[in-house]
């Protein structure tokens, strides 16, 4: 019997949590053993669930440290005339909002700001949170990582269109007329919610 993504991943997702947690507090060797013994149980469910090899799953828990909590991905929703603007993934050539992970230091407003100059080639100012959302609950594919999304309404203040190191160009889109999108980064439930917020400015943020 197949099991569900969700549930599997769940699994995982939890496992890893409480043996990066324990390894982060406890100093007894015998309980040190144990978290990596459920660390090692994580991986084989990882990389069986997601037809990869161990190893490469067991590097990326690895390189995980202190109390497992969800990560924060930032996206910067930009308009002009009524488009939205996307970039194009250099990794899968397809479209998504500008956007990535909060640097350490950095507020959100600082990394949406960041991540739409080095990905477009536009200078925005972050100027409302339209939507705090639980990546999971949205129509995106499974990801071992809790993340959550941050979307922000940028105002364009300049700059003109480029290509940088993750993307291989940025241009504006109608709602009617939107390209492939890059289903792990952006959806269409996503974009959709986003031109309803254009049309209703004085609508509240959206949470989970």
């Known amino acids: ?14 496992l890893h949590s409480i043996a990066q947690a324990g390894l982060t507090y406890t100093q007894n ?9 459920i660390q090692t149980i ?9 037809q990869v090899p161990q190893p490469t799953v067991q590097a990326v ?24 603007l996307l970039v194009k993934e250099h990794a899968d050539g397809r479209w998504t909002l500008p956007g990535g992970w909060i640097d350490l230091g950095e507020s959100p407003r600082q990394a949406v700001e960041r991540e739409v100059w080095e990905e477009s080639g536009y200078r925005v100012r972050a100027e409302k949170l339209l939507a705090l959302q639980d990546r999971t609950q949205h ?5 071992f990582f809790h993340t959550y999304k941050l979307i922000f309404r940028c105002a364009l203040l300049g700059g003109e269109a480029s290509t940088s190191i993750e993307t291989d160009g940025a241009q504006f889109f109608a709602e009617d007329d939107i390209p492939p999108l890059s289903l792990a980064r952006t959806t269409p439930e996503v974009l959709q919610r986003l031109f309803e917020h254009l049309r209703h400015p ?4 959206d949470f989970d």
Do not use: N
Request: proline share 11%; no cysteine.
């Open 1 to 14: 019997m197949s099991i569900p993504p969700s549930d599997w991943l769940g699994w995982a997702r939890r």
């Open 29 to 37: 060797p015998f309980d040190i053993e144990r978290y990596h013994q």
């Open 42 to 50: 994580a991986a084989e469910l990882l990389a069986a669930g997601a």
């Open 61 to 84: 828990l690895d390189a995980q440290s202190g109390y497992a909590t969800p990560k924060l991905d930032v996206r910067g929703a930009v308009f002009q005339d009524g488009k939205v």
């Open 139 to 143: 129509g995106y594919p499974p990801s």
């Open 202 to 205: 004085e609508w509240p943020t």
